[in-house]
């Protein structure tokens, strides 16, 4: 599994502006059983905190569990140590999702993974001269990925021809784009039935 080692070194960097955040704790008072209560920079840990949401913004995206946690306590943060300690920890969870390689869906991985196969053995056909074929089975490879962006568009399934103008309205892409897409549909159709 390959890791973005830009991403890898950010998680290590907030780590230690972290750790850093964690050591700068003031004591503020003790209760009358003698527990400790702390406090840590706001100033430190708002820094932080706005460096890890950009990080797990691009990361897992905002609708993720890791940032829409670190979001709500980093806007529910009144400067006590715990608090901190519990921003911290979602930070280190998505640390650890990530570079455990967690952050997959297993049928859209399993999806990609067929259809980068059928694309490399169109290439290969195509390199023998096996026009028709490398077509065909680009065809079969872009129906499919029409097929699954229509579905995160909340697009209907069907033929290809009308997913592509749905997405194209739904924003997905630009008319050129739906253009290109129509032009390769064609080739692949003209393919398979001999022409």
């Not at 004591?27 to 430190?44: H, I, N, R, W």
């Not at 999702?97 to 053995?121: C, H, M, P, W």
């Amino acid at each position: 599994m390959h890791l973005d080692p830009i991403v890898v070194r950010r998680f290590t960097e907030l780590e230690a502006k972290a750790e850093a955040v964690s050591a700068a704790k003031e004591f503020d008072f003790s209760s009358l059983e003698g527990k400790q209560y702390f406090k840590v920079p706001t100033a430190e840990y708002k820094e932080w905190a706005t460096n890890a949401l950009n990080l797990l913004s691009r990361t897992f995206g905002e609708q993720s569990v890791h940032y829409k946690h670190l979001s709500e306590h980093y806007s529910g943060f009144k400067g006590w140590h715990s608090d901190f300690k519990d921003s911290f920890g979602i930070f280190k969870a998505a640390r650890e999702d990530f570079e455990g390689g967690y952050l997959f869906n297993i049928r859209t991985l399993a999806k990609a993974e067929v259809l980068a196969d059928a694309i490399s053995q169109a290439k290969d056909l195509l390199k023998s001269n096996y026009k028709d074929p490398a077509a065909i089975l680009a065809r079969v490879a872009l129906e499919s990925a029409i097929k699954d962006l229509a579905a995160r568009h909340g697009v209907p399934d069907g033929k290809l021809d009308k997913m592509n103008a749905d997405l194209s309205k739904a924003g997905a892409y630009n008319m050129a784009k739906q253009k290109l897409i129509t032009a390769w549909s064609e080739i692949g159709n003209k393919a398979a039935h001999g022409d």
